[in-house]
Every structure is written in structure tokens, then in C-alpha cells.
């Protein structure tokens, strides 16, 4: 043993490091540009490039997939490496643009999602694609040079007579392993935890880097195909353990309030608060809206959940009160799971079931996810004349009015009804400036001056303010998406379909737009037409819990027969409309993870990332970070442990009933042991 260890000391002394490295340029050159390329990408993201632990991972991947390029005749390699270069490097382009639009990273699930960029390309084009999501192309660029020059210069004919091909693929390989063995041993409980759950994305790539979390979500992906055969017994115990110790619902003075009323549904595409309470030279950006939630019930903290598939995800959460899938989406991965859902509570009660949108039925597979939520009918593109587009397709003022008069022929031959209608408009990337109409987002001011005839005069100076940002565009078509609104209750009540109907709006998701357009909504000073300095004490600092607040969205109950007047204040997720509904119109989800919020003082809203939101607090779950919201509010550490795992709890039991199907397996179970 010990001339064993001697000789092996001996081989290190007498390596050639230098005779290596010359025959190795090529290899070299790979591992060092996925090594910058990984770090680049994390910078570019979450800012993290100098970390020790996601490096040690990205080389030890890099190691061991490049181990194999030993197994290949040298004028063969560069074949290899070359696209394994191409391969990490659109990992880090489709990884950069996809941060850059979900604030979060790519999935392999995600393949059939990505599909559907074909249908809102415009979009891609001009709103997210940067030159920064580019700068990773270098690396295969930088490759075919190396490469080209030790062509040039007869390399691998010289490496051919001085390597040991075999000797060098284990070396390499035995290298990869025992780094990987250096970084597992520094992983925590928390880390493993979360790379087995994976849907805390920025985490993982900040703890394990892009390559070793693309290669996770890959295994991730391919269990979530082979589910049934797996794991399955364990989520069922869980799930039926979760719903055995769920609370009874509670009374309280709004439930059966709308019992047997028709409800119109409007799904107001990328509608924030924010616009809302926002004016420009005294006018509302929102009047109509901002109308309706003050004669209505206003949930003024309602904030979208959404995961990587959008505006489906939001279909999904609000209709079944679940957290979306941690891997794809459910309206193209899972669209043929049994949910409990509003529209089929609903049906039990009698109610003809509509859904609305002027986008192709294939767009998020809808024509086959709205009958699985319960649709008896989906009104799509096809159903429409298309005589006015904006953005995407059909501009809301023309869907609104035609879908009106489908609505009224539906009443008329089915009676009582669920109708949903999904706007279109409002939809980044916000360009269609000449179709919205006049609203201007700068500031005008009268200034009296005196003219070359000595007289006072009175002229109209404007500072830019808004106009030219993506932000600022957004207020301009949410100004239109706004008027079609108010045109669209004006055609609802004219056709008598106000009557003993509850209109319910809710926002589907943020729009997605850059902090810098929110500093300077915040704190533009007109004399310099800049942005205050920080120093300045009217500052307000946009940080990561500024901008996440002021992702919420609207939610609005109106009736034209009663005025509410209620805003309700307290936090409430997508997840909690669903239990909220369920008490005014009547029916009770076995299912449901949300709340009724109207029995709540305090609530939690659990996002799709893990984050978590209470009156008190909204906690960042990559960070291990929260901040406080309520001054009055001491910070309880242990409810803080309870929080994350309440949070915890509902992502895996909204996981596991989509990916086993428990619903319908747990009813079929019941029918038996009813039967039996």
C-alpha cells in the first residue's frame, strides 16, 4: 500500500503539465468557456457569478460530460465538443430570455410550452429579446477559431503520438466525480430539499449553477412522465391526510348572497393595481374599473400565482384553487386530470358554462383544457369576425360586443349561465400606440408668462415623464383595455344580461415589466427629466419587495341591482377565489387550497417559487430572506418555520394531485368503499 501511494506521488512529480496542456487547447478552451458562460448567466440573472459552490458544480458537469471527448480520435473531437458548446450555450440564451419575461428559469417540461412563442412572436421580438441574451454565443464562436488555427497548425496529428486516450478520459472523468464529491459535501438539507422539489428555479441556479440545475429538471421532467409507476402510494396517503385535517367552511354574512345569479367572469389580461391608482394630468388611467371597485367588493391585495404558464396557469388556479404544476403547464402537460372545478360545481347547480376568446383554440391547448375545467362550450377565434386587431388579434371593444351577443343567444336558449371572457389587448408588448386612442403619460403644466406686447399669456409646458417607456405604453393600453371595459357593461346591461348577474373581474398576471420603468414612475423629477437622487428623503426605493408588491392585481365583485362598497384589504392568492365564490354562489370544493377570504384576518399566499405573503411579511425563499410590512408587527421566528412549511406543504399536495391524478383516483376509491 504505502509504494502504491509512493508511486502515485511520484506520477504527479514527474507529470508533464506542460506537455498536457498543449495537447489539451481545445479541451481547455471548452471547459473554460462554459465555466465564464455559467458565471455570465448568473450574473446577468440573479447576480450571482463569483460564488464558490454553483462554480465548483459548473466544472464538475463540464468535466465529466467533456471526459468523453477522450473516446473519439483527435480530428474527431472538435465535432463533439462543438456541440456540446452549442448545447450549453442555449442553455444560457434560453435560460436568459426566458428569465428575462418569467423571472424565473427554463424547464425540459417546458418544450411543448415554448412552442407557443410561435403565436405571440411579435411579442418575443420586440419585448424581451436584449442584446445580453446573445453574449453566450461566443463560446462556440471562440471554439471554431481555436479549432481552426491548431488545424492550421498539424495539432492533432501531434496529439495522436503523445496521448493516452484511455488514461486521459479516466483522469478527467475521476476528476468531474471527486469535485462533484467536494460540492455534495457542502450542500445542506435545505439545498438537497429543494433541488428533489425544484420549484424554487433562481435557488437552484444560484446554489448549483445553470448545468447541474438543467440537468436535475431533465431527471425531474422524464419522473414526471413515469409518475404512475412511482411514488404514488406516498402522495396518496399525503393528499388524503391533507384534506382529512382541512377546516369545515364557516358562515358568515356573505355566504349564499348570490346564490342562483349569472356570473360573468372577465379574465382582464396583464391588468395590475397599480394602474388602477395611477393618474396622469388628472385622469385616471382606469377609470372604469376603478368605478366598479368602488361600487363593488374590491380585494385590494389579490396577487396571480402563476407559474410558467401564464395566463393558463391563472385559468387554472382561480377555477380549481390549486398551485400550478412545478414542471410545464397544466393546460398543455396535465390538461387531462380530473379537477374539481367552479364550472363543474356550478353545472351541478344548473348553470350553462361558457368560455370566450378571440386567440386559436390551440393557443395553450385551450379546446382541450377548458373542457377539462368544465366548459360546456369554448367560443374561439374561429367564432369571430375578425374586422379590428390590436396586438395579438381581435381588439377587446370588437370581442367584448360580439361576445355579447353570443351571451344573449346563450341566455336565451340555455338560461341561467358561468360565462368567462379572456381579453386580448392588453398584451406585452404594448406597441399598438396608435390604436389606443389619446392619453397622455407626461406632465403638462399652465405657466403664465408675459408675450413681446407686454401681455400675460398662458401656455402649457409638458415634462416627458412616462412617455417612451414600456411602462408608460402599458398605461396607454391599459387606458384602451380600460374603454372597452366600460363599453362592454354598457352592452351587457343594454342586452338585459346585468340583470340578477354578478360581474366578477379579476387581473390574470403582472405585465412584466422593468424595475427602471417603476424608479422612474417613482421618482422622476421634471426640472432635470431624471430620476431623484437616492439621497433625496422623497425617494422611493424600488428593491426586489417593492417591485413584488406592486405585482397585484385587481379583483372586483359588482352587481348593477346593489352597490357594495367593500374593499377587503387582507392578502389573498388566486387560490382564494375559488372558497371565496363557493360561499356567495353556493357551492363547497372538497379540493380547494385557498380560503374564503371573507372569513380571514390575516391570510398566506404562497407563490409558485416558493415565496410567501402574510400581511406581515412577504418572505423570499431564495434569499432566506423576508421583510417586514407591518411596523407594529414583531417577528415571530418560529411562525416564520410554520409559514415555509404551510407554503411547502400546498405546492407538493397541488403537485402530486396533478401528477397522479388524485382526484380521480381518490373518487374512484370512495365509489368503491360506498359500493362495497
Known sequence: MKNKFKN????????????????????????????????????????????????????ALVLLVGSFVYLFKPKNRFKYLIIISVIFTAICVINSLYYTYYMSFASFSLIAVSLQ????????????????????????????????????????????????????????????????????????????????????????????????????????????????????????????????????????????????????????????????????????????????????????????????????????????????????????????????????????????????????????????????????????????????????????????????????????????????????????????????????????EEVKTVNENNEEVTETISYPYMEDTQLGNYFKSVHYADEAIGELVNELDLAGLLDNTILVIYGDHDAKLPKKDFIRLYNYDKLTNDIKDEEDETYVNVDYYKYELDRKVPFIIWSKDEKFETEVKTVMGMYDAMPTLGNMFGFKPVYALGNDIMNLNDNIVTFANGNWLTNNIYYNSQKDQYKVLNTDYIVNNDEISKNNEYSSKRLEIANDIILYDLIKNENSRLERVEGS
Open 117 to 444: 412563442v410561435v403565436d405571440v412572436g411579435d411579442s418575443i421580438t420586440k419585448n424581451l429579446l436584449q442584446v445580453k441574451d446573445f453574449i453566450f454565443l461566443w463560446q462556440p464562436i471562440i471554439l471554431i477559431i481555436i479549432h481552426s488555427r491548431l488545424k492550421i497548425n498539424d495539432y492533432y496529428n501531434t496529439v495522436t503520438k503523445k496521448e493516452n486516450k484511455r488514461k486521459r478520459f479516466i483522469a478527467t472523468l475521476v476528476s468531474g466525480l471527486a469535485i462533484y464529491a467536494i460540492f455534495f459535501a457542502t450542500v445542506t438539507s435545505t439545498e438537497y430539499s429543494r433541488l428533489n422539489k425544484q420549484w424554487n428555479r433562481e435557488f437552484l441556479v444560484t446554489k448549483f449553477g445553470v448545468y447541474t440545475y438543467q440537468l436535475n429538471d431533465l431527471f425531474k421532467s422524464l419522473d414526471a412522465k413515469f409518475n404512475t409507476l412511482f411514488g404514488y402510494d406516498n402522495a396518496a396517503k399525503e393528499f388524503r391526510e391533507f384534506y382529512s385535517e382541512k377546516k369545515e367552511y364557516k358562515e358568515n354574512e356573505w355566504t349564499n348572497k348570490f346564490e342562483g345569479k349569472n356570473i360573468i367572469v372577465l379574465h382582464a389580461e396583464s391588468i395590475q393595481s397599480v394602474a388602477l391608482n395611477q393618474q396622469f394630468n388628472g385622469l385616471d388611467v382606469a377609470p372604469n374599473l376603478k368605478k366598479l371597485s368602488k361600487e363593488g367588493i374590491y380585494f385590494s391585495n389579490y396577487y396571480s400565482q402563476t407559474s410558467a404558464g401564464t395566463s393558463s396557469d391563472t385559468e387554472f388556479t382561480f377555477s380549481s384553487s390549486l398551485l400550478p404544476v412545478t414542471n410545464g403547464a397544466v393546460a398543455v402537460s396535465y390538461w387531462n386530470r380530473e379537477y374539481e372545478t367552479i364550472q363543474k360545481l356550478l353545472k351541478e347547480k344548473g348553470y350553462r358554462t361558457i368560455s370566450m376568446h378571440a386567440n386559436n383554440g390551440e393557443f395553450w391547448n385551450r379546446n382541450n383544457f377548458h373542457k377539462s375545467l368544465g366548459y360546456d362550450k369554448f367560443y374561439s377565434k374561429s367564432d369571430y369576425v375578425i374586422d379590428e386587431e390590436i396586438g395579438l388579434g381581435l381588439s377587446d371593444k370588437s370581442f367584448f360586443k360580439q361576445s355579447v351577443e353570443k351571451l344573449k343567444k346563450e341566455y336565451e336558449e340555455n338560461g341561467k349561465f358561468y360565462a368567462t371572457l379572456i381579453s386580448l389587448s392588453n398584451h406585452t408588448p404594448f406597441d399598438d400606440l396608435d390604436k389606443y386612442g389619446e392619453f397622455d403619460v407626461d406632465i403638462k
Open 8 to 59: 502515485f506521488i511520484n506520477k504527479i512529480k514527474n507529470f508533464n503539465f506542460k506537455e498536457y496542456t498543449k495537447t489539451n487547447v481545445l479541451f481547455f478552451t471548452f471547459v473554460l468557456t462554459s465555466l465564464i458562460n455559467g458565471m455570465l448567466l448568473r450574473f446577468l440573472t440573479v447576480h450571482n457569478y463569483f460564488e464558490i459552490k454553483p462554480i465548483l458544480a459548473d466544472v
